[in-house]
Protein backbone atom coordinates (compact mmCIF):
# COMPACT_ATOMS: atom_id res chain seq x y z
CA UNK A 1 0.00 0.00 0.00
CA UNK A 2 1.37 2.97 -0.90
CA UNK A 3 0.34 6.69 0.23
CA UNK A 4 -1.59 7.31 -2.60
CA UNK A 5 -3.52 4.36 -1.38
CA UNK A 6 -3.72 5.16 2.31
CA UNK A 7 -4.44 9.12 1.67
CA UNK A 8 -7.77 7.88 -0.85
CA UNK A 9 -10.98 6.65 -0.48
CA UNK A 10 -12.70 4.80 -3.41
CA UNK A 11 -15.73 5.94 -4.86
CA UNK A 12 -18.99 4.86 -2.75
CA UNK A 13 -21.01 2.53 -4.46
CA UNK A 14 -24.78 1.89 -3.62
CA UNK A 15 -25.33 -1.41 -4.47
CA UNK A 16 -27.83 -1.80 -7.51
CA UNK A 17 -30.55 -4.80 -7.37
CA UNK A 18 -32.21 -4.91 -10.79
CA UNK A 19 -33.82 -8.56 -11.45
CA UNK A 20 -36.00 -9.34 -14.45
CA UNK A 21 -39.87 -9.60 -13.44
CA UNK A 22 -42.25 -11.65 -14.95
CA UNK A 23 -45.78 -9.84 -14.55
CA UNK A 24 -49.26 -11.33 -14.09
CA UNK A 25 -49.94 -10.40 -17.67
CA UNK A 26 -47.15 -13.04 -19.10
CA UNK A 27 -49.93 -15.77 -17.60
CA UNK A 28 -51.44 -17.83 -19.94
CA UNK A 29 -53.41 -20.96 -20.67
CA UNK A 30 -50.11 -22.25 -21.00
CA UNK A 31 -49.53 -25.21 -18.03
CA UNK A 32 -45.70 -25.15 -19.14
CA UNK A 33 -45.45 -21.26 -19.53
CA UNK A 34 -47.44 -20.65 -16.33
CA UNK A 35 -44.89 -22.97 -14.92
CA UNK A 36 -41.82 -21.44 -16.24
CA UNK A 37 -43.60 -17.89 -15.13
CA UNK A 38 -43.87 -19.31 -11.35
CA UNK A 39 -40.35 -20.97 -11.38
CA UNK A 40 -38.85 -17.17 -12.45
CA UNK A 41 -40.76 -15.82 -9.90
CA UNK A 42 -39.19 -17.97 -7.38
CA UNK A 43 -35.95 -17.71 -8.21
CA UNK A 44 -35.48 -14.22 -8.75
CA UNK A 45 -36.90 -13.80 -5.00
CA UNK A 46 -34.51 -16.23 -4.13
CA UNK A 47 -31.78 -14.59 -5.39
CA UNK A 48 -32.56 -11.44 -3.73
CA UNK A 49 -32.77 -12.81 -0.34
CA UNK A 50 -28.77 -14.03 -1.44
CA UNK A 51 -30.27 -18.00 -1.49
CA UNK A 52 -28.07 -18.54 -4.19
CA UNK A 53 -28.00 -22.24 -4.32
CA UNK A 54 -31.88 -22.25 -4.36
CA UNK A 55 -32.47 -20.08 -7.12
CA UNK A 56 -30.16 -21.79 -9.72
CA UNK A 57 -31.74 -25.03 -8.56
CA UNK A 58 -35.29 -22.84 -9.95
CA UNK A 59 -33.21 -21.62 -13.00
CA UNK A 60 -32.06 -24.84 -14.14
CA UNK A 61 -35.89 -26.24 -14.22
CA UNK A 62 -36.79 -23.84 -15.97
CA UNK A 63 -34.02 -24.64 -18.70
CA UNK A 64 -35.23 -28.52 -18.57
CA UNK A 65 -38.82 -26.81 -19.21
CA UNK A 66 -37.42 -24.84 -22.08
CA UNK A 67 -33.93 -24.80 -23.87
CA UNK A 68 -32.38 -21.23 -23.66
CA UNK A 69 -35.00 -19.75 -21.81
CA UNK A 70 -33.32 -15.72 -21.37
CA UNK A 71 -34.97 -15.63 -17.48
CA UNK A 72 -32.98 -18.64 -16.72
CA UNK A 73 -30.07 -17.80 -18.77
CA UNK A 74 -29.47 -14.07 -16.93
CA UNK A 75 -30.78 -15.27 -13.72
CA UNK A 76 -27.57 -18.14 -13.42
CA UNK A 77 -25.84 -14.99 -14.81
CA UNK A 78 -26.75 -13.38 -12.46
CA UNK A 79 -26.48 -16.06 -9.84
CA UNK A 80 -22.87 -16.59 -10.77
CA UNK A 81 -22.21 -12.39 -10.26
CA UNK A 82 -23.37 -12.57 -6.97
CA UNK A 83 -20.42 -15.25 -6.47
CA UNK A 84 -18.31 -13.15 -7.82
CA UNK A 85 -17.77 -16.20 -10.51
CA UNK A 86 -17.81 -12.90 -13.65
CA UNK A 87 -16.14 -15.47 -15.80
CA UNK A 88 -18.83 -17.57 -15.34
CA UNK A 89 -21.70 -15.40 -15.20
CA UNK A 90 -20.20 -13.99 -18.48
CA UNK A 91 -20.69 -17.38 -20.08
CA UNK A 92 -24.41 -17.21 -19.06
CA UNK A 93 -25.00 -13.74 -20.01
CA UNK A 94 -23.63 -14.46 -23.43
CA UNK A 95 -25.90 -17.43 -23.86
CA UNK A 96 -28.50 -15.25 -23.48
CA UNK A 97 -27.54 -12.83 -26.06
CA UNK A 98 -26.82 -15.24 -28.92
CA UNK A 99 -30.51 -16.42 -28.43
CA UNK A 100 -32.24 -13.27 -27.46
CA UNK A 101 -30.15 -10.30 -28.66
CA UNK A 102 -30.20 -6.73 -26.64
CA UNK A 103 -31.92 -8.43 -23.83
CA UNK A 104 -31.31 -5.39 -21.45
CA UNK A 105 -30.91 -7.85 -18.12
CA UNK A 106 -28.02 -9.81 -19.86
CA UNK A 107 -26.34 -6.84 -21.45
CA UNK A 108 -26.40 -5.07 -17.70
CA UNK A 109 -24.96 -8.04 -16.10
CA UNK A 110 -22.41 -8.75 -18.11
CA UNK A 111 -21.27 -4.77 -18.66
CA UNK A 112 -20.90 -5.18 -14.60
CA UNK A 113 -18.77 -8.31 -14.82
CA UNK A 114 -16.30 -6.67 -17.08
CA UNK A 115 -15.77 -3.78 -14.77
CA UNK A 116 -15.55 -5.70 -12.09
CA UNK A 117 -13.03 -7.59 -14.06
CA UNK A 118 -11.11 -3.43 -14.48
CA UNK A 119 -12.07 -3.88 -18.43
CA UNK A 120 -13.55 -0.93 -18.52
CA UNK A 121 -13.38 -0.48 -22.76
CA UNK A 122 -15.68 -3.83 -22.71
CA UNK A 123 -17.98 -2.57 -20.11
CA UNK A 124 -18.35 0.80 -21.67
CA UNK A 125 -18.89 -1.13 -25.30
CA UNK A 126 -21.57 -2.78 -23.77
CA UNK A 127 -23.73 -0.61 -21.67
CA UNK A 128 -23.67 1.59 -24.70
CA UNK A 129 -25.42 -0.86 -26.67
CA UNK A 130 -27.92 -0.78 -23.42
CA UNK A 131 -28.34 2.69 -23.81
CA UNK A 132 -29.08 2.53 -27.62
CA UNK A 133 -32.73 1.36 -26.42
CA UNK A 134 -32.56 3.28 -22.75
CA UNK A 135 -30.81 6.81 -23.07
CA UNK A 136 -31.91 8.20 -19.95
CA UNK A 137 -31.37 5.18 -17.56
CA UNK A 138 -29.35 6.92 -14.41
CA UNK A 139 -28.23 3.50 -13.14
CA UNK A 140 -26.45 3.11 -16.46
CA UNK A 141 -25.17 6.28 -16.89
CA UNK A 142 -23.68 6.12 -13.87
CA UNK A 143 -22.05 3.16 -14.64
CA UNK A 144 -20.42 4.65 -17.64
CA UNK A 145 -19.51 7.67 -16.29
CA UNK A 146 -17.72 5.17 -13.26
CA UNK A 147 -16.19 3.44 -16.24
CA UNK A 148 -14.73 6.42 -17.88
CA UNK A 149 -13.79 7.86 -14.87
CA UNK A 150 -11.58 4.49 -14.89
CA UNK A 151 -10.15 4.78 -17.93
CA UNK A 152 -8.99 8.61 -17.21
CA UNK A 153 -11.53 10.09 -19.90
CA UNK A 154 -12.32 13.27 -17.89
CA UNK A 155 -14.84 14.94 -20.76
CA UNK A 156 -16.48 11.86 -21.49
CA UNK A 157 -16.95 10.79 -17.75
CA UNK A 158 -18.28 14.20 -16.40
CA UNK A 159 -20.48 14.86 -19.55
CA UNK A 160 -22.41 11.75 -18.40
CA UNK A 161 -22.54 12.77 -14.52
CA UNK A 162 -23.83 16.43 -15.44
CA UNK A 163 -25.99 14.65 -17.72
CA UNK A 164 -27.87 12.10 -14.65
CA UNK A 165 -27.73 15.40 -12.64
CA UNK A 166 -29.65 17.57 -15.20
CA UNK A 167 -32.21 14.19 -14.97
CA UNK A 168 -32.49 13.89 -10.94
CA UNK A 169 -30.88 17.02 -9.29
CA UNK A 170 -29.06 15.92 -6.05
CA UNK A 171 -28.33 12.33 -7.36
CA UNK A 172 -25.81 10.47 -5.25
CA UNK A 173 -24.06 8.41 -7.56
CA UNK A 174 -23.61 11.38 -10.12
CA UNK A 175 -22.28 13.94 -6.92
CA UNK A 176 -20.01 11.44 -5.74
CA UNK A 177 -18.46 10.01 -9.10
CA UNK A 178 -17.97 13.99 -9.86
CA UNK A 179 -16.04 14.14 -6.74
CA UNK A 180 -13.78 11.31 -7.48
CA UNK A 181 -13.51 12.23 -10.73
CA UNK A 182 -12.28 15.89 -10.05
CA UNK A 183 -10.46 14.19 -7.25
CA UNK A 184 -8.61 11.67 -9.42
CA UNK A 185 -7.30 14.69 -11.69
CA UNK A 186 -6.17 17.15 -8.65
CA UNK A 187 -9.02 19.57 -8.97
CA UNK A 188 -9.30 19.18 -5.09
CA UNK A 189 -11.38 22.63 -4.86
CA UNK A 190 -14.31 21.03 -7.48
CA UNK A 191 -14.04 17.30 -5.62
CA UNK A 192 -14.81 19.46 -2.65
CA UNK A 193 -18.03 21.32 -4.17
CA UNK A 194 -19.78 17.81 -5.00
CA UNK A 195 -18.76 16.21 -1.85
CA UNK A 196 -20.32 19.28 0.09
CA UNK A 197 -23.36 18.98 -1.70
CA UNK A 198 -23.41 15.41 -0.94
CA UNK A 199 -22.75 15.88 3.04
CA UNK A 200 -25.39 18.74 3.04
CA UNK A 201 -28.09 16.87 1.31
CA UNK A 202 -27.87 13.93 3.99
CA UNK A 203 -27.15 15.82 7.03
CA UNK A 204 -29.19 12.89 8.89
CA UNK A 205 -27.44 10.03 7.91
CA UNK A 206 -24.08 11.26 6.94
CA UNK A 207 -21.76 8.47 4.95
CA UNK A 208 -18.05 8.68 6.79
CA UNK A 209 -16.58 7.66 3.38
CA UNK A 210 -17.68 11.46 2.62
CA UNK A 211 -16.68 12.93 5.37
CA UNK A 212 -12.89 11.58 4.68
CA UNK A 213 -13.11 12.32 1.35
CA UNK A 214 -13.99 16.02 2.09
CA UNK A 215 -11.33 15.68 4.93
CA UNK A 216 -8.86 14.57 2.12
CA UNK A 217 -9.63 17.41 -0.54
CA UNK A 218 -8.21 20.06 2.64
CA UNK A 219 -5.47 17.86 3.20
CA UNK A 220 -4.30 18.19 -0.73
CA UNK A 221 -5.34 21.95 -0.38
CA UNK A 222 -2.59 22.10 2.37
CA UNK A 223 -6.00 23.75 4.93
CA UNK A 224 -4.84 21.29 7.38
CA UNK A 225 -6.93 23.08 9.96
CA UNK A 226 -10.37 22.84 7.77
CA UNK A 227 -10.01 19.10 7.31
CA UNK A 228 -9.26 18.38 10.98
CA UNK A 229 -13.27 18.48 11.59
CA UNK A 230 -14.06 15.93 9.19
CA UNK A 231 -11.72 13.64 10.23
CA UNK A 232 -13.00 13.89 13.69
CA UNK A 233 -16.45 13.59 12.54
CA UNK A 234 -15.43 10.37 10.89
CA UNK A 235 -13.91 8.79 13.83
CA UNK A 236 -17.05 9.79 16.08
CA UNK A 237 -18.44 6.98 13.87
CA UNK A 238 -15.89 4.24 13.81
CA UNK A 239 -13.11 5.10 15.86
CA UNK A 240 -10.64 2.86 13.99
CA UNK A 241 -11.14 3.91 10.72
CA UNK A 242 -8.05 4.32 9.20
CA UNK A 243 -8.68 7.23 6.32
CA UNK A 244 -9.98 9.10 9.56
CA UNK A 245 -6.60 8.30 12.04
CA UNK A 246 -4.35 8.70 9.10
CA UNK A 247 -6.30 12.11 7.92
CA UNK A 248 -5.85 13.92 11.37
CA UNK A 249 -2.00 12.48 11.72
CA UNK A 250 -1.34 13.85 8.34
CA UNK A 251 -3.13 17.34 9.06
CA UNK A 252 -0.93 17.83 12.40
CA UNK A 253 1.59 16.74 10.44
CA UNK A 254 0.99 19.80 8.00
CA UNK A 255 -0.02 22.03 10.88
CA UNK A 256 3.85 21.39 12.42
CA UNK A 257 1.88 20.16 15.39
CA UNK A 258 4.22 16.92 15.49
CA UNK A 259 3.39 15.76 18.75
CA UNK A 260 -0.45 15.45 18.14
CA UNK A 261 0.18 13.81 14.62
CA UNK A 262 1.49 10.89 16.90
CA UNK A 263 -1.01 9.90 18.63
CA UNK A 264 -2.75 9.13 15.49
CA UNK A 265 0.06 6.95 13.71
CA UNK A 266 0.25 5.35 17.79
CA UNK A 267 -3.73 4.61 17.07
CA UNK A 268 -2.86 3.42 13.63
CA UNK A 269 -0.20 0.86 14.58
CA UNK A 270 -2.03 -1.10 17.30
CA UNK A 271 -4.65 -2.00 14.53
CA UNK A 272 -1.50 -2.67 12.54
CA UNK A 273 1.70 -3.28 13.90
CA UNK A 274 3.42 -3.96 10.86
CA UNK A 275 2.32 -1.01 8.24
CA UNK A 276 5.75 -0.13 7.18
CA UNK A 277 4.52 3.35 6.00
CA UNK A 278 2.84 4.31 9.14
CA UNK A 279 5.76 3.37 11.56
CA UNK A 280 7.75 5.89 9.33
CA UNK A 281 5.79 8.68 9.68
CA UNK A 282 6.08 8.02 13.32
CA UNK A 283 9.34 8.04 13.02
CA UNK A 284 9.41 11.22 10.97
CA UNK A 285 6.88 12.93 13.68
CA UNK A 286 9.35 11.67 17.16
CA UNK A 287 12.48 12.75 14.92
CA UNK A 288 10.60 16.71 14.35
CA UNK A 289 9.88 16.30 17.94
CA UNK A 290 13.54 16.13 18.70
CA UNK A 291 12.85 12.16 20.28
CA UNK A 292 15.78 10.96 18.07
CA UNK A 293 15.56 7.59 20.44
CA UNK A 294 12.22 6.82 19.58
CA UNK A 295 12.22 7.89 15.84
CA UNK A 296 15.28 5.26 15.48
CA UNK A 297 13.05 2.51 16.99
CA UNK A 298 10.52 2.95 14.58
CA UNK A 299 12.95 3.57 11.11
CA UNK A 300 14.40 0.31 12.28
CA UNK A 301 11.32 -1.64 12.71
CA UNK A 302 9.97 -0.11 8.97
CA UNK A 303 13.02 -1.44 7.82
CA UNK A 304 12.85 -4.56 9.52
CA UNK A 305 10.16 -5.71 7.57
CA UNK A 306 11.25 -4.49 4.24
CA UNK A 307 13.68 -1.46 2.46
CA UNK A 308 11.90 1.64 2.78
CA UNK A 309 14.22 4.30 1.88
CA UNK A 310 12.28 7.53 3.89
CA UNK A 311 13.16 5.00 6.87
CA UNK A 312 16.93 5.26 5.90
CA UNK A 313 16.60 8.98 5.30
CA UNK A 314 15.30 9.37 8.60
CA UNK A 315 18.07 7.62 9.95
CA UNK A 316 20.62 9.54 8.11
CA UNK A 317 18.75 12.49 9.08
CA UNK A 318 18.93 11.83 12.86
CA UNK A 319 22.75 11.07 12.29
CA UNK A 320 22.72 15.12 11.20
CA UNK A 321 20.77 16.22 14.03
CA UNK A 322 23.15 14.67 16.56
CA UNK A 323 25.90 16.07 14.75
CA UNK A 324 27.39 12.74 13.43
CA UNK A 325 27.65 14.76 9.61
CA UNK A 326 30.34 12.17 8.60
CA UNK A 327 27.95 8.89 9.52
CA UNK A 328 25.10 10.96 8.06
CA UNK A 329 27.02 11.67 4.62
CA UNK A 330 27.36 7.61 4.47
CA UNK A 331 24.33 7.17 4.84
CA UNK A 332 22.84 9.69 2.41
CA UNK A 333 26.02 8.79 -0.33
CA UNK A 334 24.93 5.11 -0.13
CA UNK A 335 20.88 6.29 -0.34
CA UNK A 336 21.89 7.98 -3.67
CA UNK A 337 23.90 5.06 -5.24
CA UNK A 338 20.50 3.48 -4.90
CA UNK A 339 18.08 6.17 -6.30
CA UNK A 340 20.50 8.84 -7.97
CA UNK A 341 17.48 11.04 -9.10
CA UNK A 342 16.29 11.89 -5.85
CA UNK A 343 16.81 15.71 -5.67
CA UNK A 344 16.23 15.76 -1.53
CA UNK A 345 19.01 13.28 -0.90
CA UNK A 346 21.23 15.83 -2.76
CA UNK A 347 20.10 18.62 -0.62
CA UNK A 348 20.69 16.99 2.67
CA UNK A 349 23.84 15.42 1.58
CA UNK A 350 25.12 18.76 0.65
CA UNK A 351 23.99 20.80 3.75
CA UNK A 352 26.04 18.11 5.71
CA UNK A 353 29.01 19.15 3.99
CA UNK A 354 28.66 22.72 4.98
CA UNK A 355 27.76 21.45 8.45
CA UNK A 356 31.47 19.90 7.92
CA UNK A 357 33.09 23.19 6.73
CA UNK A 358 33.19 21.45 3.12
CA UNK A 359 31.54 23.70 0.88
CA UNK A 360 33.28 22.72 -2.05
CA UNK A 361 31.82 19.15 -1.64
CA UNK A 362 28.66 20.81 -1.11
CA UNK A 363 28.65 22.39 -4.43
CA UNK A 364 30.02 19.36 -6.20
CA UNK A 365 27.08 17.48 -4.80
CA UNK A 366 24.65 19.17 -6.26
CA UNK A 367 26.54 19.82 -9.89
CA UNK A 368 26.54 16.06 -9.78
CA UNK A 369 22.57 16.21 -9.57
CA UNK A 370 22.28 18.71 -12.52
CA UNK A 371 24.42 17.16 -14.25
CA UNK A 372 21.95 13.86 -14.67
CA UNK A 373 19.51 16.06 -16.33
CA UNK A 374 16.90 16.72 -13.93
CA UNK A 375 15.56 19.98 -13.06
CA UNK A 376 15.29 20.97 -9.64
CA UNK A 377 14.19 24.41 -8.22
CA UNK A 378 15.72 23.58 -4.51
CA UNK A 379 18.89 22.06 -6.05
CA UNK A 380 19.24 25.41 -7.94
CA UNK A 381 18.57 27.52 -5.04
CA UNK A 382 20.93 25.91 -3.00
CA UNK A 383 23.81 25.97 -5.51
CA UNK A 384 23.17 30.05 -5.85
CA UNK A 385 23.51 30.39 -2.40
CA UNK A 386 26.79 28.01 -1.94
CA UNK A 387 28.40 29.83 -4.92
CA UNK A 388 27.47 33.25 -4.33
CA UNK A 389 28.16 32.92 -0.36
CA UNK A 390 24.67 33.61 0.46
CA UNK A 391 23.64 32.34 4.22
CA UNK A 392 21.75 28.86 3.33
Given amino acids: MNNEDIAANEQIIIADESFPAVS ?18 EGYQLLKGNKISEAEDAFRKILELEDNNNYALVGLGDSERKRNNFNEAIKFYTACLSY ?5 YA ?48 KKSKE ?43 KDAVDIRVLTSIGNCHRKLKTFDQGVSYFENALEMDPDN ?28 KLDPNNKVILTRAGDAYRNT ?22 ALG ?13 AVDRLSSLIRNDPKNYRLYIDLADCYVKMNKRQDAVTCLENYQKQGPRSQPINDMLDKLKNNKPL
Fill in 24 to 41: ESEKTDNPQADKISELSK
Fill in 100 to 104: HPGNN
Fill in 107 to 154: LFGLADCYKALNQYHRAIEIWEQYLVHDDRNITVLTRVADAYRKIRDF
Fill in 160 to 202: LYLKVLDMEQNNAYALIGLGHLHYDFKEYKDALYYWTRMLELN
Fill in 242 to 269: FYALFGLADCYRGMNQQYRSIEYWNRIL
Fill in 290 to 311: GDYKTASEYYSKALDIDFDIYA
Fill in 315 to 327: LALICKGEGKYAE
